[in-house]
Antibody, heavy 119, light 107 residues
Framework: QVQLQQWGAGLLKPSETLSLTCAAS????????WSWIRQSPGKGLEWLGD???????TYNPSLQSRITISIDVSKNHFSLQLTSVTAADTALYFC?????????????WGRGTLVTVSS | EIVLTQSPGTLSLSPGERATLSCRAS???????LGWYQQIPGQAPRLLIY???TRATDIPDRFNGSGSGTDFTLTISRLEPEDFAVYYC????????FGQGTKLEIK
C-alpha cells in the first residue's frame, strides 16, 4: 500500500527557512504530480504548490517569491523550502499525491508536520 | 483565483438522517476538477469524491456528489457515527483552492 512519510524541522525562528521532505513508498512515482498543502486556523487549507517527475513546478502566487519545491525521482522524494518565515507560516504542513489527468485531485496525504514559527 | 464558499458552516444532525452540504464557486469550475474531502480531528483530509460525482476507492455508497458549473453538493444519505467530521470541497484549476469547510456535528 502506498504511503507518504514526511519529516522536517518543527520549530523555526522568524526569517529562517522551512524545509520539509516527503517520501512515497511503493507505487509509481512518475505517474503523478506531488503537492504541498498547509492548514492553519486562520487560513484553512491552503495549496502551496506542486511538482511533476520532470521537475516542472507550479506555485501559489501568494508564495511565489519564497517557495521552492524540488524532487528526487531516484529516491521517490520531494521537498519544500519556504524562506523568510514569519508567524503567519505557522501551520500543519501536508504532502499529497495528485492524481491526473482525467480528473485532478489529492488522492493520498501524508500525516502532516506541525511547523511553529516563534522567536 | 477561484473562491469556494461552503454552507452551512456547521450542520447539526442525528445518526440516520440525511446531510446536504453545499459548495459554491466564485466562477465556473470544470466538474473533473472538483473534489470533496473528509477530515477527522487529528488526521489528514481523506478523499471522498473526485470529478464532482465519482466516489473514491472504499468510500461507502451513502456518499454522493453532484453539481456543475458553480454549484456543487455532497449528500450523505444516512449518517453513521463515523461521518461526523469536517468536509471540504476543493477545485484543481490553475491555482487549486479549498472551501472553508462544513463541520458536521451530532445533534
Amino acid at each position: 500500500q502506498v504511503q507518504l512519510q514526511q519529516w522536517g524541522a518543527g520549530l523555526l525562528k522568524p526569517s529562517e527557512t522551512l524545509s520539509l521532505t516527503c517520501a512515497a513508498s511503493g507505487g509509481s512515482f512518475r505517474n503523478y504530480y506531488w503537492s504541498w498543502i498547509r492548514q492553519s486556523p486562520g487560513k484553512g487549507l491552503e495549496w502551496l504548490g506542486d511538482i511533476n517527475h520532470s521537475g516542472v513546478t507550479t506555485y501559489n502566487p501568494s508564495l511565489q517569491s519564497r517557495i521552492t519545491i524540488s524532487i528526487d525521482v531516484s529516491k521517490n522524494h520531494f521537498s519544500l523550502q519556504l524562506t523568510s518565515v514569519t508567524a503567519a507560516d505557522t501551520a500543519l504542513y501536508f504532502c499529497a499525491r495528485v492524481s491526473h489527468p482525467e480528473s485532478w485531485y489529492f488522492d493520498l496525504w501524508g500525516r502532516g508536520t506541525l511547523v511553529t514559527v516563534s522567536s | 483565483e477561484i473562491v469556494l464558499t461552503q454552507s452551512p458552516g456547521t450542520l447539526s444532525l442525528s445518526p440516520g438522517e440525511r446531510a446536504t452540504l453545499s459548495c459554491r464557486a466564485s466562477q465556473s469550475v470544470f466538474s473533473r476538477y472538483l473534489g470533496w474531502y473528509q477530515q477527522i480531528p487529528g488526521q489528514a483530509p481523506r478523499l471522498l469524491i473526485y470529478g464532482a460525482s465519482t466516489r473514491a476507492t472504499d468510500i461507502p455508497d451513502r456518499f454522493n456528489g453532484s453539481g456543475s458549473g458553480t454549484d456543487f453538493t455532497l449528500t450523505i444519505s444516512r449518517l453513521e457515527p463515523e461521518d461526523f467530521a469536517v468536509y471540504y470541497c476543493q477545485q484543481y484549476g490553475s491555482s487549486p483552492s479549498f472551501g472553508q469547510g462544513t463541520k458536521l456535528e451530532i445533534k
